[in-house]
T-cell receptor, first 116, second 115 residues
Framework: AQKITQTQPGMFVQEKEAVTLDCTYD???????LFWYKQPSSGEMIFLIY??????QNATEGRYSLNFQKARKSANLVISASQLGDSAMYFC?????????????FGQGTELSVKP | DSGVTQTPKHLITATGQRVTLRCSPR?????VYWYQQSLDQGLQFLIQ???????AKGNILERFSAQQFPDLHSELNLSSLELGDSALYFC??????????????FGQGTRLTVV
């Protein structure tokens, strides 16, 4: 069964430092996509970064990069040079290619707090 | 702004009542997804519509129903409400019906409180 696991309920990081948020997944589908979303206290879900299962390179979007280790089934989010505005919940999600439909399966989330 | 509009933003209602949540997808998007976010269950997929037809179903209770109209907006109907239905309900839209790389754009959510 498809599953996403985020083992860090909460994380602290000093402003301007880098932080890694962990995500492991489980699927038997060779075609899948991995997503990270940010949810600030205001509640909206903000798309950050996407990695496809066939992508050879790790995805990067500005200060966000995805450390994709396919054999280990992990897709960790790295935020470089943390800012106070990065304080939020972060969700890892997966979509399988074979599913009829495009539902996302979400992990439980990691709450990141950036300290000044 | 994702381009997905959800109304209302907040809703407070009593147990046993029925409410309707509305979602307007991004212009041109054919798929609408509904998700429920609660403290105990996390983010759960409820249902997906694609171009007016039900495409996929998740953990949606029988008391809940949804539909997508010809103009592609969608409504999620919640009836016989219970305290445990209190949650943040998200609508998301995408331009495709599926596929691993389909990006979904989320609305701001409707926060439902059942008292």
């Amino acid at each position: 069964a498809q599953k996403i696991t985020q083992t860090q309920p909460g994380m602290f990081v000093q402003e301007k430092e880098a932080v890694t948020l962990d995500c492991t997944y489980d699927t038997s589908d060779p075609s899948y996509g991995l997503f990270w979303y940010k949810q600030p206290s205001s509640g909206e879900m903000i798309f950050l970064i996407y990695q496809g299962s066939y992508d050879q390179q790790n995805a990067t979007e500005g200060r966000y990069s995805l450390n994709f280790q396919k054999a280990r089934k992990s897709a960790n989010l790295v935020i470089s040079a943390s800012q106070l505005g990065d304080s939020a919940m972060y969700f890892c999600a997966m979509r399988e290619g074979r599913n009829q439909g495009g539902k996302l399966i979400f992990g439980q989330g990691t709450e990141l707090s950036v300290k000044p | 702004d994702s381009g997905v509009t959800q109304t209302p933003k907040h809703l407070i209602t009593a147990t046993g009542q029925r409410v309707t949540l509305r979602c307007s997808p991004r212009s041109g998007d054919l798929s609408v997804y509904w998700y429920q976010q609660s403290l105990d269950q996390g983010l759960q997929f409820l249902i997906q519509y694609y171009n007016g037809e039900e495409r996929a179903k998740g953990n949606i209770l029988e008391r809940f129903s949804a539909q997508q109209f010809p103009d592609l907006h969608s409504e999620l109907n919640l009836s016989s409400l219970e305290l445990g239905d209190s949650a943040l309900y998200f609508c998301a839209s995408s331009d495709r019906g599926g596929g691993a790389g389909t990006e979904a754009f989320f609305g701001q959510g409707t926060r439902l409180t059942v008292v």
